[in-house]
């Protein structure tokens, strides 16, 4: 009974947010960018080819230079990313196990993978700058 209530709920939130959303985009669509929109976004572009150039020049090579740009924003996008993960499991471990032993080990599992694949995106942009800074000579 609990369970398809909060199921209804969830289901009723989940209406009423996509219909703001999807009201929210038929609005957007109309207005045409003004010129503080466009500049901003020119900005930001410029912004981000120039520290590519910068990631080029440090490594003396676009494809080492791009690869270097990439692993540096898989580093700072997988923080959230893997906190969220590793939040889950641990709900998943911790409040949902207490009844269910498979799911107290399947969010186990789930917070070990995180934390590996957390640690895997901090050090791979460390390992790789080592590898093509001191691994060419």
């Known amino acids: 009974m609990k369970r398809s209530l909060?199921?209804?709920?969830?289901?009723?939130m989940l209406i009423i947010c996509s219909t703001f959303f999807i009201n929210k985009?038929?609005?957007?669509k109309e207005k045409p960018i003004n010129n503080e929109t466009e500049s901003t976004l020119v900005e930001l572009k410029?912004?981000?080819?120039?520290?590519l150039e910068d990631y080029e020049e440090t490594y003396g090579s676009k494809s080492y230079g791009f690869t270097a740009y990439i692993l540096h924003k898989v580093q700072i996008y997988s923080i959230?990313?893997?906190f969220l993960g590793i939040i889950v499991g641990a709900i998943m471990n911790y409040v949902t196990g207490i009844r269910h032993i498979e799911t107290k080990e399947k969010g186990l599992a789930v917070m070990v993978t995180f934390i590996?694949?957390?640690?895997i995106c901090?050090?791979?942009?460390?390992?790789?700058t080592?590898?093509?800074k001191f691994g060419r000579e």
């Open 25 to 28: 985009v038929y609005a957007a």
């Open 80 to 82: 959230p990313f893997c």
């Open 116 to 119: 590996t694949v957390a640690v």
């Open 46 to 51: 410029e912004k981000e080819m120039k520290s």
């Open 122 to 128: 901090q050090v791979l942009p460390l390992v790789f």
């Open 6 to 12: 909060a199921i209804i709920g969830i289901t009723i």
């Open 130 to 132: 080592i590898v093509v």
